[in-house]
């Protein structure tokens, strides 16, 4: 059973950009979560998709956003970049079935903004 | 919110030494998680916690679920070099969700 894929694995962008990420969740899962950490903050959690919807948001400002699709796959969007969002961001998939909640990650997305 | 304290921060020991590090919460969780990171990679589960005063182990680990629900601990016995990394302790409240609460990790350096 593949694992979580992230992509890209790395990304640079300028200041005022906006980036996209993808997140393919494990086959099966049916929730993603996305985390971005950064050396001072830890994981911090972003938002967390189930079948399409939104179910759970962090506390991030409006300029993250995301959204999954009817395959599982989630994407997340970061409008006008700036040097404070340079971090690994985390996407983590979940079967949420049968009471296993084990989250599995992906080996994440290093965004650099400069 | 929901507050996780973990610790310790670091620990430098020998290898074939014991470890243990031990996480707490302000609020009690139905769920505990502890993951493994390497640098440049995703954390990777260790062990998960479902019930209360539960202990699991996966080889040389062993993750106790405490009784309160607020605290959880992790021990490493006869490490190894290759057990170099940041071990983070997570929190679940809501087992039909996937957000979990993360502590800050505990860097392990394990000299040979």
């Known amino acids: 059973k593949a694992g979580v894929t992230q992509t890209p694995r790395y990304l640079i962008k300028t200041r005022g950009q906006q980036v996209t990420l993808s997140c393919s969740p494990i086959s099966g899962h049916r929730s993603v979560s996305w985390y971005q950490q950064t050396p001072g903050q830890g994981l911090q959690f972003l938002f967390e998709?189930?079948?399409?919807?939104?179910?759970n948001k962090g506390n991030f400002p409006g300029r993250f956003s995301g959204r999954q699709f009817s395959n599982s796959r989630s994407e997340m969007n970061v409008s006008t970049l700036e040097l404070g969002d340079s971090a690994l961001y985390l996407c983590?998939?979940?079967?949420?079935?049968?009471?296993?909640?084990?989250?599995?990650f992906g080996q994440g997305t290093r965004l650099t903004v400069v | 919110g929901q507050q996780l304290n973990q610790s310790p921060q670091s620990m430098f020991i020998q290898e074939g030494e014991d470890v243990s590090m031990n996480c707490t919460s302000s609020?009690?969780?139905?769920?505990w998680l502890w993951y493994k990171q390497d640098p440049g990679e995703g954390p990777v589960l260790l062990i998960a916690l479902y019930k209360a005063g539960e202990l699991t182990s996966n080889g040389r680990l062993t993750a106790q679920f405490g009784i309160t629900r607020k605290d959880s601990f992790l021990n490493i016995s006869a490490s190894i070099p290759s057990d170099v990394g940041i071990y983070f302790c997570?929190?679940?409240?809501?087992?039909?969700?996937?957000?979990?609460?993360f502590g800050d990790g505990t860097t392990l350096t394990v000299k040979p």
């Open positions: 983590a998939s979940s079967s949420l079935t049968g009471g296993q909640t084990e989250a599995f």
């Open positions: 609020s009690i969780f139905n769920t």
């Open positions: 998709y189930f079948s399409e919807t939104q179910r």
């Open positions: 997570a929190g679940r409240y809501n087992t039909n969700a996937g957000k979990s609460t």
